[in-house]
């Protein structure tokens, strides 16, 4: 099993190769949305389930959110027998106001034009500096693609991403060096690709899986593999590219999508999956196929379980090549579960973006 280790990348970015030192930036949009209507109709019902409607006459209106005295009013500091019920409103209060305080965008596309066209190989990244500050980020566009795309997450305190999401534009400039990394697909087979990302991770995968149906290497010896992503976030619009692969799998019956989401059912009726990634895929496993007696007891109740979206395939771990990237915690949780169900090591390729579940709020 391969896992890329980046720890001393920030301090070598200057070292690789400059690709341009002024690649104007030809698109940049958020790729999450406002939802603040969507986290006042959320408690306006608790408010009603609570008959605690009148709260909203007294702070006139839902409009005017004071999220402390929503607390006392739906959890009043009283030692009765509800202890427990009271913990579940906390956490989802808690939840609700993170929802609505957060920045926005916390997810953009950026788009980048090069002079001479930017050579790679999907799932390399290159490193980008902007107002003297330069950070390394996977490639999400096919190498066939006219520009460069890249998928870039806030970190609301961090150096660089505020500045990107909030005043970067079209027209800009920026320094591109790279590319480099050696996460990469492994020549074409008869095995099915199994990708499993969170958040930002998946911009690597976006490339290798366009490139691979543009290149039709989603047919082996003109077979068909099956290919699957297991995408995992907390709300909907934490996806990125999330309607590109509803598209994809219109058009591609072997391509299948399986988004898992944390918390997008404090605001919507979500039904899809809504386990961690590692979890969610045990349940598309064939059951024939595997051997669970190493996997871990929290994990082994997932394979039993039904599968949330109706696909018409399955898991086979001797006839299926991973490659996971995202969140530390997923990688190591994923690539133990994987070699526990029988997956070859040599089959399973790994990169970490090097944060933890709670900094990404994915849990
Ligand atoms: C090979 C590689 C590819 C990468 N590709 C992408 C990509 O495609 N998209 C992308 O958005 N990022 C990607 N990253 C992460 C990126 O390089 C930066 O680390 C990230 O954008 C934060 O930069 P910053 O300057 O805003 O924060 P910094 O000032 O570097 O960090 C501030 C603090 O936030 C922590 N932190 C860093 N990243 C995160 C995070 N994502 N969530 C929570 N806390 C964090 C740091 O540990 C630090 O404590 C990649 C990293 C590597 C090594």
């Given at each position: 099993m391969q896992i890329a280790s980046h720890n001393s990348q920030h301090d070598a970015a200057e070292d690789l190769p400059l690709v341009s030192d002024a690649a104007t930036i030809t698109g940049i949009e958020p790729m999450d949305r406002v939802r603040h209507e969507e986290v006042i109709d959320a408690v306006e019902l608790l408010l009603e389930v609570y008959n605690e409607k009148e709260y909203l006459d007294d702070v006139d209106g839902a409009n005017n959110l004071d999220w402390a005295s929503l607390r006392d009013v739906l959890i009043p500091d009283t030692d009765d027998a509800e202890g427990e019920n009271r913990g579940v409103l906390a956490t989802k209060l808690d939840t609700l106001q993170d929802r609505y305080e957060r920045d926005h965008p916390m997810l953009v596309s950026l788009r980048f034009q090069t002079d001479d066209s930017l050579q790679f190989v999907p799932g390399q990244y290159v490193t980008l500096r902007y107002d003297g500050t330069s950070r390394p980020y996977s490639i999400a566009?096919?190498?066939?693609?006219?520009e460069t795309e890249l998928c870039v997450q806030r970190v609301p305190d961090g150096t660089l991403t505020p500045t990107l999401c909030e005043t970067l534009d079209e027209g800009d400039t920026i320094s591109i060096r790279g590319p480099s990394g050696d996460f990469v697909l492994a020549d074409p087979s008869e095995r099915d690709l199994v990708f499993s990302a969170t958040g930002t991770g998946i911009a690597p995968f976006k490339s290798m899986i366009d490139y691979t149906f543009e290149e039709e290497h989603h047919l082996f010896e003109d077979k068909p593999r099956d290919i699957w992503l297991f995408l995992g976030g907390a709300?909907?619009?934490?996806?990125?590219y999330r309607d590109a692969f509803r598209d994809l799998e219109e058009k591609y019956e072997q391509f299948h999508f399986v988004p898992t989401l944390t918390r997008e059912t404090y605001l919507s009726l979500w039904k899809g999956e809504n386990a961690y990634v590692q979890q969610t895929m045990m349940?598309?496993?064939?059951p024939e196929t595997?051997?669970?007696?190493?996997?871990d007891e929290d994990l082994r109740m997932y394979l039993d379980e039904e599968p949330r979206l109706d696909i018409d395939a399955q898991l086979d771990p001797n006839s299926m090549e991973v490659y996971a990237c995202g969140i530390n915690t997923m990688i190591h949780d994923l690539t133990e579960a994987l070699k526990a169900v029988g997956v070859p090591e040599a089959n399973i390729s790994a990169e970490g973006y090097g944060q933890t579940e709670s900094e990404t709020n994915e849990g």
């Amino acid at each position: 099993m391969q896992i890329a280790s980046h720890n001393s990348q920030h301090d070598a970015a200057e070292d690789l190769p400059l690709v341009s030192d002024a690649a104007t930036i030809t698109g940049i949009e958020p790729m999450d949305r406002v939802r603040h209507e969507e986290v006042i109709d959320a408690v306006e019902l608790l408010l009603e389930v609570y008959n605690e409607k009148e709260y909203l006459d007294d702070v006139d209106g839902a409009n005017n959110l004071d999220w402390a005295s929503l607390r006392d009013v739906l959890i009043p500091d009283t030692d009765d027998a509800e202890g427990e019920n009271r913990g579940v409103l906390a956490t989802k209060l808690d939840t609700l106001q993170d929802r609505y305080e957060r920045d926005h965008p916390m997810l953009v596309s950026l788009r980048f034009q090069t002079d001479d066209s930017l050579q790679f190989v999907p799932g390399q990244y290159v490193t980008l500096r902007y107002d003297g500050t330069s950070r390394p980020y996977s490639i999400a566009s096919s190498p066939n693609s006219d520009e460069t795309e890249l998928c870039v997450q806030r970190v609301p305190d961090g150096t660089l991403t505020p500045t990107l999401c909030e005043t970067l534009d079209e027209g800009d400039t920026i320094s591109i060096r790279g590319p480099s990394g050696d996460f990469v697909l492994a020549d074409p087979s008869e095995r099915d690709l199994v990708f499993s990302a969170t958040g930002t991770g998946i911009a690597p995968f976006k490339s290798m899986i366009d490139y691979t149906f543009e290149e039709e290497h989603h047919l082996f010896e003109d077979k068909p593999r099956d290919i699957w992503l297991f995408l995992g976030g907390a709300w909907e619009d934490d996806l990125p590219y999330r309607d590109a692969f509803r598209d994809l799998e219109e058009k591609y019956e072997q391509f299948h999508f399986v988004p898992t989401l944390t918390r997008e059912t404090y605001l919507s009726l979500w039904k899809g999956e809504n386990a961690y990634v590692q979890q969610t895929m045990m349940k598309y496993f064939d059951p024939e196929t595997v051997d669970s007696s190493a996997l871990d007891e929290d994990l082994r109740m997932y394979l039993d379980e039904e599968p949330r979206l109706d696909i018409d395939a399955q898991l086979d771990p001797n006839s299926m090549e991973v490659y996971a990237c995202g969140i530390n915690t997923m990688i190591h949780d994923l690539t133990e579960a994987l070699k526990a169900v029988g997956v070859p090591e040599a089959n399973i390729s790994a990169e970490g973006y090097g944060q933890t579940e709670s900094e990404t709020n994915e849990g």
